[in-house]
């Protein structure tokens, strides 16, 4: 059995949560069709759990206590435990968010279990499924087998796996509301209220087109321009790593490895250069357009439509058309 802990904020599920179900059934596929199962914790989840029920699972648990929210790794853990020993899966998957990041090494320790983490990929090595990841900043790829007793944790890249392409059922899953083990008092973390630096904090992981600057941009000055053209598109603003170094946009904004791992369905850079630090963290992106008057650039390499030209002329070239809808 293969068991997803798919992750809610407030009763909305992260959509982190569609693509580890994606994952969790390819992985079925690869082992003769094991059963998947979804739990979903916090404090009121039936939401959720219905929302996850439409998905082509065996069934859905509702992990439902009252420190549970807000969230923890201690009171995560401490449900999580328990459960995974009662349902015995061999596979426990979910979403590599700052959440998961938080307590998937805690839970994986106190259950003494394998952990794989940021897979992008399935795999076969030995006769047996495993786990594909990036390493070395992506430069290459390591096929991962875990060894020891199941279950065996994997955490998966943003956007690794289409959150579309997760296969609904012809009729809801079944929804389990299991009352979590858990004593509050085990509970040593007192969580604040989320960090906002910015009026608006952004989820660059959840926005559907993102539109990216980097170096081409040559100047502050500049950035209005790609503004415009974000709010033309409804696109979040994002940037390479020198762009958010020199101050020029906050560091919430920044893509690549040292910053946020984007899947929009449209990405379009602009004169972004595509070094391997900035392109492993978007290269998942469904579409990937790039404007950049270096026709080396290597931007070009992942990206499925490319402009070899001075961004300063196709962009307010862009804009007009745009504006003209």
Not at 146 to 167: I, M, N, R, S, W
Not at 207 to 235: F, H, N, S, T, Y
Request: glycine share 8%; charged share 20%.
């Amino acid at each position: 059995m293969i068991l997803v802990i798919a992750e809610q904020r407030d009763g909305q599920l992260n959509k982190a949560s569609w693509e580890v179900v994606t994952a969790a059934q390819r992985l079925s596929a690869r082992i003769g069709g094991a059963p998947v199962k979804v739990a979903v914790l916090g404090a009121a989840v039936t939401a959720a759990a219905g929302e996850m029920a439409g998905a082509a699972v065996a069934e859905v648990l509702a992990v439902e206590h009252p420190a549970l929210e807000p969230y923890t790794a201690d009171g995560f853990v401490g449900a999580l435990e328990p459960l995974v020993a009662s349902q015995a899966p061999d596979y426990v998957i979910v979403a590599h968010t700052y959440q998961a990041r938080d307590f998937v090494p805690k839970l994986a320790a106190r259950i003494d279990a394998a952990l794989i983490t940021d897979v992008v990929g399935l795999a076969e090595a030995e006769g047996r499924p495993a786990f594909t990841r990036l390493v070395f900043q992506g430069k290459l790829a390591a096929d991962v087998l875990p060894e020891g007793k199941p279950p065996c944790l994997v955490t998966c890249q943003a956007g690794a796996f289409p959150a579309d392409a997760a296969a609904r059922g012809a009729a809801p899953a079944p929804v389990t509301t299991v009352a979590a083990t858990l004593d509050p008092a085990s509970i040593r973390q007192k969580p604040e209220a989320p960090f906002r630096e910015a009026r608006q904090a952004v989820d660059l992981s959840q926005a559907a087109r993102i539109v990216a600057v980097g170096r081409g941009i040559r100047e502050q000055d500049k950035l209005p321009m790609a503004e415009e053209l974000a709010k033309l598109l409804g696109a979040e603003l994002a940037a390479s790593r020198p762009i958010c170094d020199a101050g020029w946009l906050p560091p919430e904004r920044q893509v690549g490895s040292s910053g946020q791992t984007v899947a929009p369905k449209l990405y379009l850079a602009l004169g972004v250069s595509g070094a391997i630090q900035h392109a492993v963290g978007m290269k998942a992106s469904k579409t990937i357009v790039a404007i950049n008057k270096d026709a080396e650039a290597p931007i070009f390499e992942v990206a499925d439509y490319g402009i070899v030209g001075d961004l300063f002329e196709v962009v307010p070239a862009l804009i007009k058309e745009l504006q003209k809808s």
